[in-house]
């Protein structure tokens, strides 16, 4: 640190640790907005709850601009793959401009609502034609431009999409501006991640086992481009794909990909809903993340996540906003646990131990998968970490007389109104009383694209 490095220093009333809540926490931040214990200067009082700010380790940016418009019943049985076809026409409108325009929006809402980090499972690559952009990364530079103007920390895991089914087939029309080979898909890759900085991270992301052709596949794991950094993986979501799977390949998916892949803590299994009790436990000793995803699960009809085997076997989980039905780490924790609930008719099924909070135990563990899914030095206000947190509302009636040992519940379970009154991101306040810095001027132009995309 030189002599000249700026330090901004705090003093929190309760400040989230690993361990719980503690009283009157002083901290400060340096210059690279991350975490020092330096101090410097006369404090900046804090006196609400401080908590590290959430990663959401699972975004389709565009999605948000179709939520709520597929809600009305159709000719036939809905389902998972109904949403589908509607999802698909609506990608086909969506350009780099309408694009980043959405996803900046998105990201507005992420930060008012508590997330400080996103991983951006981007696979809206080429024009609709699918003729790749003059530029190729175009769509990706779209949105790392909306993360940098909403202040938020972009994972960004370009999809590798090769094939429209188990059996290799061909993407369909509406499926092949997602598609790549895989020569081109390292290009775009390596090109991405020359970019890489403090707020930025490259990952990999495969969208699916369907998606990648059983002769592609070991090419693909074994590749040195693979070797360091986050893998992410959409697997198990739906039981049509578990059949399929069993079909083609012979084996259930998280069964097949244990089998053909070593897969460790870098990699993140997005929804994984759809387990055997081996299946679960292989997942939970691998270190993997389990990306849940239960607003987007329960909107989609997907099914539910055998949550507390998992945990019982310390299996890591995170959270992500997925479709965007909702923009809220605490509506994701909420649904998680209730959905366990409404399954086993028993109460506080994620503490797994009497006398443990569900709100803390599902928020310590969310910060923590999803800092891993990240790869990024989050989700703890530890030395070295993002200076990425949020304070609630002290003026919040739901939090008059609540202490430190139940704070955080009423936050996870009572808060309908908005508790998050500020929040930091990389050392910056991007949310003051309620309030995005230039959250006017994203939604204006929000406003616009989707009125665009409405007319087309
Ligand atoms: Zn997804």
Request: a negative charge.
């Amino acid at each position: 640190m030189s002599e000249t490095a700026l330090i901004h220093s705090f003093q929190a009333r309760q400040l989230w640790h690993d361990a719980g809540w503690r009283g009157d926490v002083a901290f400060a931040v340096d210059d690279r907005g991350r975490i020092t214990q330096a101090q410097g200067g006369t404090p900046q009082y804090l006196d609400g709850w401080v908590l590290p700010g959430m990663p959401n380790l699972h975004s389709h940016a565009f999605q948000r601009a179709m939520a709520g418009l597929a809600e009305r019943r159709g000719p036939s049985d809905d389902s998972f793959w109904t949403w589908r076809e509607t999802m698909y026409a609506f990608a086909a409108c969506i350009d780099p401009d309408t694009l980043q325009a959405i996803a900046a929006q998105l990201y507005v809402e992420m930060l008012k609502a508590g997330y400080t980090q996103v991983c951006e499972f981007h696979y809206l690559h080429h024009r609709p034609d699918a003729t790749p952009y003059a530029q190729p990364e175009a769509m990706s530079l779209a949105l790392i431009e909306a993360a940098r103007e909403a202040g938020i920390a972009l994972t960004l895991l370009p999809v590798l999409y090769m094939s429209g089914g188990f059996d290799g087939r061909p993407l369909s029309p509406r499926q092949r501006r997602f598609g790549h080979d895989v020569d081109s898909y390292l290009r775009l890759l390596t090109t991405l991640r020359k970019l890489e900085s403090e707020d930025l991270r490259v990952g990999v992301a495969l969208h699916s086992l369907r998606a990648i052709p059983e002769q592609a596949w070991r090419g693909v794991v074994e590749h040195d481009a693979l070797k360091t950094g986050p893998v992410h993986i959409h697997i198990a979501e739906q039981i049509g794909e578990v059949q399929d799977c069993l079909a083609t390949r012979g084996a259930r998916p998280v069964e097949w990909l244990f089998d053909h892949a070593s897969i460790d803590k870098r990699w993140c299994l997005v929804h994984a809903t759809h387990l055997t009790e081996s299946e679960t436990a292989q997942i939970a000793r691998s270190g993997a993340v389990a990306g849940l995803c239960p607003t987007t699960e329960a909107n989609l009809g997907d099914g539910l996540f055998p949550l507390a085997r998992y945990l019982d076997a310390n299996g890591v989980i995170g959270i992500g906003s997925d479709s965007h039905i909702s923009i809220s780490p605490v509506e994701e924790l909420r649904w998680l646990e209730y959905g366990q609930r409404l399954n086993t008719r028993h109460r506080n099924v994620a503490a797994r131990h009497a006398g443990e909070s569900v709100g803390e135990t599902l928020w310590r563990a969310a910060l923590r998968g999803g800092a891993q899914a990240a790869d990024l030095p989050i989700g703890t206000l530890g030395e070295g970490a993002r200076a990425d947190l949020i304070v609630l509302d002290q003026d919040s009636p739901l939090l008059a007389a609540r202490d430190s040992r139940s704070a955080m519940d009423s936050f996870l379970f009572a808060g309908n109104a908005p508790m998050v009154r500020n929040v930091m991101a990389g050392g910056k306040w991007v949310v003051r009383d309620f309030q995005h810095r230039d959250e006017a001027r994203i939604a204006a132009r929000y406003r616009s694209a989707v009125e665009r995309l409405a007319r087309t």
